[in-house]
């Protein structure tokens, strides 16, 4: 086989002679012995370098990301809509926070200090300028999940473990911001999540059922001794909270409906948890139902520093603060970088952890329990026209005036009105709209959502998580270890080779297969590949054949442009392959490696066991190679182009297929109807 170079339309190709004429194909240039041993900058060192050629208004912005706002300030333009968004979610956050921090078994003031330090540190050092902080459902059922099995919710200490927990959440999500491991929350699946969030909401809301029926229930996380104890205390019910709880429930609802499909109504969804407050509250002034219990007496005054104590019990609060942090990165974070993207700049995951972890931290100092990004409150702010962090701090001027001067008014608000308030939140949370989409489109997710919302519900929360990210990690690592290897065939007309399963028309060559893995190869699939490529050898049925029967297969042609890594298993599992093939005379063909995998290929020898002439840049080119070998082998190299007949054309028409003869790439030694 003759091999020279040449250069055609600026593109250098080399001219393989074999047969009756040559083949032009596009040479692979492989890495030279200097440039292998080359040492790449270690990532310490480039860090470093980084971290010098940063200006000081850099570093400014990133310890206080405020400072980007804050230094492009429209003041006419943006003052009036922070002002405006700032006000509206304070009002629904006052009455929210009380409800929440119900939920979370602690006195409704805490619900109110959790509001008031964290928003005024996050606007300072959080990256969104739309997200409103603070307490949340979720988060609140954690927290009294975790509690309730240590102490009563009735006792002193009860509060302090939920100030340590803000504080130890607040860490949690520093470090994970500094050391950037917020992408360790990708490996659990969107459908996990949706299955969490709707059992939790779940839950919640059965939490919420004494309130509504006038008698206690037992506390728990589980749906089966919640529904136990409703029916049990089925006796003590009571016919006024039930009557006022649904009614102002039912205003809830439609005032957050109507908010949503009506823009000129919009404040009335930010307006509705302080109506329910309101009405409830006059009721009782005007009526004094006895059966209507009350918030009773709130603190007045800010909160004052202290530093969270009784860590000897942290050790059984780490679960849940990993938790509570797994929640604020898929929760908080999303929300945040999907308010980023509606207004046009930039916002960084693991900052934004960084500036919530802060916010957690020094919310602890003032008797803050853990929060995060509310869903409802942010999309309120956003869509008040909220345009910087200047509407968080307006919300957190407005807890500040509740905590000074409102507090007294709070002692008459009705229990089931804070509970209609939390049902009303937690509704949203409930995706079963989610659940009949992932039917629609993959039973796997559905199966993940479905075991992941019924384990939560019966095993409770923690169990819950833990089946359904296990499952997830499992699909992960089956998905990882069976990765999808496709047969690829010529389109009719074209140089291109696609699956033949997704292309039926496209068509295969006898005497060669082109195998696409569309993974990276490493230790735990090497086994599947091999098995996979045995397999295509033996059966190609399915698949339309070009080209004489040459009895078997002669080649092997790999497509690594989808492989992004190879590992010294890979390696290993392709040499022997290598020698296997070797031994029933079928040779091995590498066709578009990147350059990691090109290089890794050249440093372990690889190349060399193959033969460099048989690694190629493009698939066909490998196709046209192996195509007159496979007919040089069985004595087929004859003039097929003499033999088959030729279209007459007229003068022009001649000169113009002499131009295209000499732009283009020559085609398979094949006759016509082969080709």
Excluded at 105 to 129: K, Q, W
Excluded at 598 to 606: A, C, I, N, V, W
């Amino acid at each position: 086989m003759e091999v020279s170079y040449a250069t055609t339309s600026n593109v250098d190709v080399v001219s393989v002679a074999s047969g009756d004429r040559p083949v032009k194909v596009l040479p692979l240039v492989h890495p030279s012995p200097s440039s292998s041993r080359r040492p790449s900058a270690p990532f310490l060192g480039r860090w470093v370098s980084m971290l010098r050629e940063m200006s000081s208004r850099e570093w400014t912005e990133i310890f206080l990301p405020c400072a980007r706002w804050i230094r492009s300030y429209r003041w006419r333009e943006y003052l009036q809509a922070d002002l405006i968004a700032g006000v509206t979610v304070g009002i629904m956050l006052v009455p929210q926070s009380m409800s929440y921090a119900k939920l979370a078994g602690l006195h409704p003031i805490y619900g109110l200090y959790s509001s008031f330090v964290p928003i005024f540190i996050y606007s300072i050092f959080g990256s969104s300028r739309q997200l409103a902080i603070g307490p949340v459902a979720l988060v609140s059922l954690l927290v009294s999940n975790v509690l309730h099995k240590i102490v009563d919710s009735s006792e002193k200490l009860y509060t302090e473990l939920a100030i340590l927990l803000a504080f130890m959440v607040g860490v949690l999500e520093c470090l994970m911001g500094l050391f950037r491991l917020g992408w360790l929350i990708r490996f659990v699946s969107h459908s996990v999540i949706s299955g969490f969030t709707t059992a939790s909401a779940l839950v919640i809301a059965l939490s919420q059922a004494k309130y509504f029926l006038g008698y206690n229930i037992e506390g728990s996380s589980k749906i089966v001794p919640l529904i136990r104890s409703i029916i049990a205390g089925a006796g003590d019910f009571k016919w006024p909270p039930f009557v006022m709880g649904f009614f102002i429930l039912g205003i809830l609802l439609l005032m957050k409906e109507l908010g949503k499909t009506k823009k000129n109504l919009r404040m009335l969804r930010a307006s509705g948890p302080l109506t329910a407050v309101i009405l409830g509250t006059s009721f009782v002034k005007i009526f004094h139902p006895s059966s209507i219990s009350v918030v009773g007496d709130v603190p007045q005054g800010l909160p004052k520093f202290s530093v969270p104590t009784e860590f000897r019990n942290a050790k059984s609060l780490i679960p849940t603060a990993f938790l509570i942090t797994g929640v604020a990165i898929m929760e908080s974070v999303g929300i945040a970088k999907a308010l980023a993207a509606k207004h046009g700049y930039e916002l960084d995951s693991n900052q934004e952890l960084f500036g919530l972890g802060v916010a957690n931290i020094c919310g602890s100092f003032f008797s803050s329990y853990p929060t995060t990004g509310s869903f409802s409150r942010s999309a309120v702010n956003h869509e008040s026209g909220a345009k910087t962090g200047l509407s968080g701090i307006t919300m957190g001027i407005i807890m500040g005036c509740a905590l000074l001067f409102m507090t007294p008014l709070f002692r008459d608000i009705p229990q089931c009105a804070l509970a209609a308030i939390v049902v009303s939140a937690v509704m949203g949370l409930v995706e079963h709209k989610e659940a009949i989409f992932l039917w629609r489109v993959d039973k796997r997710d559905f199966f993940l959502w479905i075991v992941t919302c019924i384990t939560t519900l019966v095993f409770g929360i923690e169990i819950g998580v833990l089946i359904g990210v296990a499952f997830s990690l499992a699909f992960v690592i089956h998905e990882s270890a069976n990765p999808h290897v496709a047969v690829l065939g010529r389109l009719p007309g074209t140089t291109v080779y696609r699956n033949i399963l997704q292309y039926p028309e496209a068509y295969t060559y006898n005497g060669i297969v082109v195998v696409r893995i569309d993974a990276p190869i490493y230790f735990a699939n090497t086994s599947y590949i091999k098995e996979r490529l045995r397999e295509y050898e033996l059966d190609m049925s399915g698949s339309i054949r070009r080209g004489p029967d040459v009895g078997r297969i002669h080649f092997v042609i790999i497509e690594m442009s989808p492989v992004t890594y190879v590992d010294s298993s890979a390696i290993q599992a392709l040499k022997e392959l290598h020698q296997e093939y070797k031994s029933r005379g079928i040779q091995i063909l590498i066709a578009n490696p990147s350059r990691e995998v090109h290089l890794s290929l050249f440093k372990s020898g690889l190349l060399d066991i193959l033969g460099k002439e048989w690694c190629f840049v493009r698939v066909h080119d490998a196709v046209q190679i192996c195509l007159q070998r496979v007919q040089k082998l069985h004595g087929l190299v004859s003039h097929n182009s003499d033999q088959t007949p030729r279209k007459q054309y007229s003068f022009l028409q001649s000169l113009w297929k002499q131009g295209e003869e000499t732009n283009s790439y020559s085609e398979p030694l094949l006759s016509e109807k082969d080709v």
